[in-house]
């Protein structure tokens, strides 16, 4: 039987996400509404560090969002190094919608963005800037990802006519060097919906997995028979196996079976991911690779 609708998302902030979501989906509404809708929720609250306002800035200080969304037909749209936009989400979408591109960064994602209505609005948040400050302070101990600041979201949904769709949205890796962009907004690398199979999402450190389009290689193992939990494990297993030094980052899948079975795997513990359908909202913390 197939289980719909039903809306998964990484994280705690995933909960919140996906009762957005859930409006969407409980009343019949489609796939691509709702994780755009839920995506929206951590991306405006400034407590949620890692994804829109109140983000982790770059390491010149300045807050720069990568998002990407895709549909059940393989639409796709993506902003990379957006800056003082709140929902980078939303803009990806129209880049989607209304240009017959897939991808704009930097400052044409953003000129695209005025164009279309979207609010520049300052997205350094009074505490973003005071850990800023600290973090340059102290030397720059560390720009690269570590297991605390990693908390993109990514959510993948799968509506009641059978659709799915997918949604990713970050603020990028902490004091990443200005112009860095992670996989959050690469189709393939941090998300990839096919609607013969089934879509997968990742959070951690975002160089993994462009380096095995890892998400794309979640879609596939599935497509060759595995489940999602068993896809996301192999895709683990592959990062650590080839990658020098893998295991000292994290990094973690979530996918979606066409069916509506949910999988995740992670390599280290402390990823979890949060999953609502009709008989409620859970937050499961995903199985793991090495401690
Ligand atoms: C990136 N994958 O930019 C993102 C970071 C993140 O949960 O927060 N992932 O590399």
Redesign the pocket.
């Known amino acids: 039987p197939i289980q719909k609708p039903i809306v998964v998302s990484?994280?705690e902030h995933g909960m919140p996400a996906n009762a957005a979501a859930w409006q969407v989906l409980s009343q019949g509404g489609n796939a691509l509404d709702a994780v755009e809708q839920g995506a929206r929720v951590p991306e405006a609250d400034p407590a949620v560090r890692?994804?829109g306002l109140g983000g982790y800035p770059d390491a010149s200080g300045e807050v720069t969002l990568?998002a990407c969304i895709m549909d059940h037909q393989l639409n796709c749209g993506s902003v990379a190094g957006l800056k003082r936009i709140k929902h980078p989400i939303s803009v990806a979408r129209a880049v989607m919608e209304k240009t017959p591109h897939v991808m704009l960064v930097g400052e044409g994602a953003l000129a695209f963005a005025k164009a279309q209505g979207f609010v520049e609005e300052n997205l350094l948040t009074e505490q973003s800037k005071q850990d800023w400050l600290l973090w340059r302070e102290q030397g720059k101990a560390k720009s690269q990802?570590n297991l605390e600041?990693?908390?993109?979201?990514?959510m993948l949904a799968l509506d009641s006519h059978g659709h799915l769709a997918g949604a990713?949205t970050?603020?990028?890796?902490?004091y990443?060097l200005p112009g860095?962009?992670?996989?959050?907004p690469l189709i393939g690398a941090?998300l990839y919906v096919d609607q013969d199979v089934g879509a997968a999402t990742?959070?951690?450190?975002?160089?993994?997995?462009?380096k095995t389009v890892g998400c794309h290689l979640v879609v596939e193992l599935m497509r060759q028979g595995l489940n999602p939990q068993q896809a996301c494990q192999r895709a683990v297993e592959r990062i650590a196996a080839k990658i020098p030094n893998a295991a000292e980052a994290?990094?973690?899948f979530l996918a979606l079976s066409v069916n509506g079975e949910v999988g995740a795997y992670c390599l280290h513990g402390g990823f979890n991911y949060a999953v609502q359908d009709a008989s409620g909202a859970t937050l499961t913390d995903a199985i793991h690779l090495l401690p």
């Open positions: 990484t994280w890692t994804v990568d990802i600041n990693h908390d993109t979201i990514g990713c970050t603020s990028g890796a902490a990443k860095r962009v992670g996989d959050s941090g990742a959070t951690g450190l975002g160089e993994l997995m462009i994290q990094v973690g």
